[in-house]
């Protein structure tokens, strides 16, 4: 069955620096997200994007933020400088197109991303 | 604010009982609902709901969304160790073309021998 994957599965990093997690979403899907979870807490919605750019985004995803999919198959979130505060699961989803009707989001086994 | 709560938090079971999980919602855009089981990782796709009074069933899981009182259960049947997890509900919104999903904090369910 296809799948979400991410990379890396675990990503340590000193506060301030810049951090690229990767994602590859199922083939034929056309929206992507990410979500991510801080350890205890619900998981929470970060960005949405279709078409080349972004659909929505959350009160989280501020200008430190960004995504990109820069080729055919990946589907990046880029931190440009880590605090403390961004230790969490981050997880990707994608979704395939559905017209009017809804589709599922599928996810990623997620990026564990500590900040030191 | 739109808000997604889950019942009970946590559970312990033995094997061979049954479960029924709650979820309650209150959200301003209501697409669908869907419930995802999380082990270890990925939060694992169950069901999708989003018309009213239609069960969806997958062997041993069931799910039907009340969108009159706001709520979902999932039901599990003669439960498994295997189904120890975290049970997670989400609701889907109309966010521009597409929805984002707002979850609950999850059902831990432990199942024992």
Not at chain 1, 39 to 60: A, D, H, P, R
Not at chain 1, 71 to 82: A, M, Q
Not at chain 2, 21 to 34: A, K
Not at chain 2, 80 to 88: F, I, N, W
Request: charged residues 20%.
């Amino acid at each position: 069955e296809p799948e979400v994957t991410q990379t890396p599965s675990h990503q340590v990093t000193q506060m301030g620096q810049e951090v690229i997690l990767r994602c590859v979403p199922i083939s034929n899907h056309l929206y992507f997200y990410w979500y991510r979870q801080i350890l205890g807490q619900k998981v929470e919605f970060l960005v949405s994007f279709y078409n080349n750019e972004i659909s929505e985004k959350s009160e989280i995803f501020d200008d430190q933020f960004s995504v990109e999919r820069p080729d055919g198959s990946n589907f990046t979130l880029k931190i440009r400088s880590t605090k403390l505060e961004d230790s969490a699961m981050y997880f990707c989803a994608s979704s395939d197109f559905a017209g009017y009707s809804n589709q599922p989001q599928h996810f990623g086994d997620g990026t564990r991303l500590s900040i030191l | 604010e739109d808000k997604v709560v889950q019942s009970p938090l946590s559970l312990v079971v033995h094997e061979g009982d049954t479960v029924t999980l709650n979820c309650s919602y209150e959200v301003t855009n209501f697409r669908s609902l869907l419930w995802y089981k999380q082990e270890k990782k990925a939060p694992t796709f169950l069901f999708m709901l989003t018309s009213s009074g239609i069960e969806k069933k997958s062997g041993r899981l069931s799910s039907i969304l009340d969108k009159k009182e706001l709520f979902s259960i999932l039901n599990i049947t003669a439960t498994q160790t295997g189904d120890s997890a975290v049970y997670l509900c989400a609701v889907m919104n109309y966010g521009g073309s597409q929805g984002n999903l707002i979850f609950g904090k999850g059902t831990k369910l432990s199942v024992k021998p």
